[in-house]
């Protein structure tokens, strides 16, 4: 059997839990859409056109405005574009209400970082607000896809700084912190982009929408995370498609107050039938 091409995304489901890849990557069953899923590509959207402002238009007075004016009118735009998922999922008027506004919220708290930024290569640099406009502006949405480690990823926007490169990506979670799973998506981005360039980023991180950017270093131990991991589960999917051969690991993430894996009807993880047999020399 051969090597699946692997995602951030599907390893760190087959590190959650293993029945979860399985019913996903093997067996293509149907995810279903989420608000929270929904609104990450809607952010995400604007984030990426934002810089596909006319720079033509920037004065140094009005470019606070300018980026306030245009992320407000992408996510407008791009937020209606949305309307047939968002409508999918259901959502009462009250509800969409919230994640509109809680979404606004945090473009607005993006943009009010990038005119800091502007604002701070405008008076170290001595730039035009055009040159400063460029320096800001990051490569976005590149695909990387690694065939010796039969893994790839989009990243979301890269960063020359100075001498240095950062790659970022943008999450609306709640939660500030560099979680496992944050820690390994960042490691494989970082090994790609090493593959791709010849070059280890300086920094990796996160621009948690809510909150702010933050980065941690890059070096050859997270590299040999990213490989570690990658092969662990290239090694378990490319030896079986047996759904036996990929345990349940339920959790709090089977079913919580307001939502439920999506494999959690075909999966009845807290059956009786479903749970493994009991130890009957105990
Ligand atoms: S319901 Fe729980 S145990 Fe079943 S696939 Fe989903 S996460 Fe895994």
């Not at 590190?15 to 989420?34: D, E, F, G, M, V």
Request: proline residues 6%; charged residues 25%.
């Amino acid at each position: 059997m051969g090597k699946r091409v692997e995602s951030p995304s599907s390893i760190n489901t087959f590190k959650q839990c293993p029945r979860k890849y399985y019913y996903q990557y093997i067996a293509k069953l149907p995810t279903l859409p989420n608000i929270h899923q929904v609104r990450g590509n809607i952010a995400h959207s604007a984030l990426e056109n934002f810089y596909e402002l006319d720079a033509g238009t920037l004065t140094p007075e009005n470019y606070p405005q300018q980026f306030r004016s245009r992320i407000q009118s992408l996510f407008v735009q791009t937020w209606g574009k949305y309307t047939p998922q968002l409508h999918k999922l259901g959502l009462s008027r009250d509800q969409e209400k919230f994640y509109f506004e809680e979404t606004l919220l945090m473009l607005l708290n993006w943009t009010n970082q990038a005119i800091d930024e502007m604002t701070l290569v405008l008076a170290k640099n001595g730039y035009s607000v055009q040159e400063a406009f460029q320096k800001i502006t990051p490569l976005r949405e590149q695909h990387f896809r690694s065939d010796h480690y039969a893994v790839r990823g989009f990243v979301d926007a890269i960063r020359q700084i100075d001498d240095e490169v950062h790659i970022i990506d943008y999450k609306t979670n709640s939660s500030f912190e560099f979680k496992d799973e944050l820690k390994l998506q960042l490691a494989i981005y970082s090994l790609l982009y090493f593959e791709k360039n010849g070059k280890i980023p300086s920094k990796v991180g996160i621009f948690f929408l809510r909150h702010k950017l933050k980065l941690m270093p890059v070096d050859n131990g997270l590299l040999e995370l990213a490989k570690k991991e990658i092969e662990l589960v290239h090694t378990h999917t490319s030896a079986s498609e047996d759904p036996e051969h990929y345990p349940r690991c339920p959790s709090g993430l089977c079913k919580w107050s307001t939502g439920q894996c999506d494999f959690y009807e075909v999966c009845k993880p807290f059956e009786k039938s479903m749970l493994p047999p009991a130890n009957s020399s105990g």
